[in-house]
């Protein structure tokens, strides 16, 4: 004879998480919407969903053992190195990135709204206008295009500030004095060029986006325990208040992040929400076909 328990037991669950709602770890409607900032050190599900939670998944036959990993891998250009990155840990991925940050070519000057680097052809024009200044005022400090000028180590040192106020003022102080006023400035890098599997991609790029758009893709069809995490949140905002806002800063900004878990959020495709409900109520399903 069938044994019915079991079976009434599934329907009960079924009727209480359908009607678009995860099948598996939801979130109660009356919750109270607070938003879930996202960091690795955090509680359940915010460490889950953090890029330094270990996961398992293959992106273009690369093996994944934490998105922070693929994340920081991108950084280099050997291709063996970078497999071995992947597989790292979240914290020891962020460890090795360390040798891979940008050089000091790569440090961005501003001027007249424009951002350049040392090696540009704006920045050695700027340099030969600002050099006849120079010569014509000898050891004296100048004006040049409205600035007063100590001399031209210290334009250059306040070409590194974005803020143009602030420029004026370092432009115009002795180079020791400078440097000491700098410290208090954040060094802004250009775009970085990164890797995946051989190919080099522009950080400011749609490719890019592109190419981390899979990488959450393929970890979300793989990782189980990252589509419920996700859906765990469903009702919740997402905020991730420890990431950066400037690419030049960071691999992955706070933007890039949430964008792209909300996509999978909302998209969450049903099939992957009866597969996880079935693996979640394993133990029925075998009381079932043992009936």
């Known amino acids: 004879m069938l044994n019915i328990s079991p079976l009434r037991e599934l329907n009960h669950t079924y009727n209480n998480t359908k009607n678009n709602i995860a099948f598996c770890g939801q979130m109660p409607k009356t919750a109270v919407a607070d938003a879930i900032d996202i960091k ?46 992947c597989l790292m840990s979240g914290f020891d991925a962020k460890t090795a990135s360390h040798a891979l940050k940008q050089s000091h070519d790569d440090i961005l000057y501003f001027w007249n709204n424009k951002s350049f680097t040392a090696h540009s052809e704006d920045f050695e024009e700027l340099i030969k206008a600002i050099s006849k200044v120079q010569k014509l005022a000898g050891d004296k400090p100048f004006i040049y295009e409205g600035y007063k000028v100590n001399s031209i180590n210290s334009f250059l040192m306040a070409l590194r500030c974005r803020d143009i106020k602030k420029q004026k003022e370092l432009s115009s102080l002795p180079l020791n004095e400078i440097k000491e006023a700098f410290k208090d400035i954040k060094l802004e890098y250009a775009p970085r060029v990164l890797y995946w599997n051989g190919q080099s991609i522009k950080r400011d790029s749609a490719e890019y986006q592109k190419l981390i758009r899979r990488a959450y893709k393929a970890r979300f069809f793989a990782d189980s325990d990252f589509r419920i995490a996700l ?61």
């Not at 273009?60 to 970078?82: H, P, W, Y």
């Not at 400037?246 to 992957?272: G, K, W, Y």
């Not at 929400?273 to 075998?286: A, C, E, P």
């Open 40 to 85: 690795a050190r955090g509680v359940y599900p915010a460490n889950a969903l953090s890029n330094f939670a270990p996961t398992s998944f293959s992106l273009d036959g690369v093996k994944i053992n934490s998105m922070e990993g693929f994340l920081q891998s991108l950084k280099a250009k050997d291709t063996a190195r970078q497999k071995e990155i």
């Open 231 to 291: 859906r765990i949140t469903k009702h919740r905002p997402l905020d991730h208040t420890r990431g950066k806002t400037n690419i030049t800063e960071t691999i992955l900004t706070r933007d890039e992040f949430l964008s792209n878990l909300l996509s999978l959020r909302r998209r969450d495709p049903l099939i992957l929400r009866i597969k996880d409900f079935f693996k979640g109520h394993s133990d029925i399903l075998k009381s079932l076909l043992k009936a």
